[in-house]
């Protein structure tokens, strides 16, 4: 798993990395099961059923609105998983991950006030080359 750590952060607690580890888990499990290949929509799915048949709390296409001048603004933009209320889980189903999806995960992360972010790339053929950890 690629770990993006950025300065003067304070240590994750143990809940957040508990429900961290719960994800990766959850996701190898449904990629050993699928395989790459379908959208993301799918994993998504299959990856927040398999957290509740865990007993893990998660909420899907959480709308986020933006902050702006003092006014939040509804921009669309939907966070794929917030697991515990700990973690966002942002899921791709592409060739390669790029800096604008690390930027988009990074953002959400900013705006959510959350610390703990995973990206998770299931178009790959080994599961843990797909997964980044972003903390700010």
Same mark, same amino acid.
């Given at each position: 798993?690629?770990?993006?750590?950025? !300065?003067?952060?304070?240590?994750?607690?143990?809940?957040?990395?508990?429900?961290?580890? !719960?994800?990766?888990?959850?996701?190898?499990?449904?990629? $050993? +099961?699928?395989?790459? *290949?379908?959208?993301?929509?799918?994993?998504?799915?299959?990856?927040?059923?398999?957290? %509740?048949?865990? *007993?893990?709390?998660?909420?899907? !296409?959480?709308?986020?609105?933006?902050?702006?001048?003092?006014?939040?603004?509804?921009? *669309?933009?939907?966070?794929?998983?917030?697991?515990?209320?700990?973690?966002?889980?942002?899921? $791709?189903?592409?060739?390669?991950?790029? +800096?604008?999806? $690390?930027?988009?995960?990074?953002?959400?992360?900013?705006?959510? +006030?959350?610390?703990?972010?995973?990206?998770?790339?299931?178009?790959?053929?080994?599961?843990?080359? *797909? %997964? $980044?950890?972003?903390?700010?």
């Amino acid at each position: 798993m690629n770990h993006e750590v950025h !300065q003067d952060h304070e240590a994750i607690d143990r809940r957040t990395e508990e429900a961290a580890r !719960q994800i990766v888990d959850a996701g190898l499990k449904v990629h $050993k +099961s699928l395989g790459p *290949g379908l959208l993301e929509s799918a994993y998504e799915y299959c990856l927040a059923h398999e957290l %509740v048949l865990r *007993g893990v709390l998660v909420r899907k !296409q959480v709308a986020f609105p933006i902050l702006y001048a003092g006014d939040k603004l509804d921009a *669309g933009f939907r966070i794929d998983l917030i697991v515990d209320e700990r973690v966002i889980v942002e899921i $791709k189903a592409v060739e390669a991950l790029t +800096s604008v999806h $690390k930027a988009q995960i990074l953002t959400y992360l900013k705006l959510s +006030s959350l610390r703990l972010g995973l990206l998770i790339n299931f178009n790959v053929a080994l599961f843990r080359h *797909g %997964v $980044k950890r972003i903390v700010l």
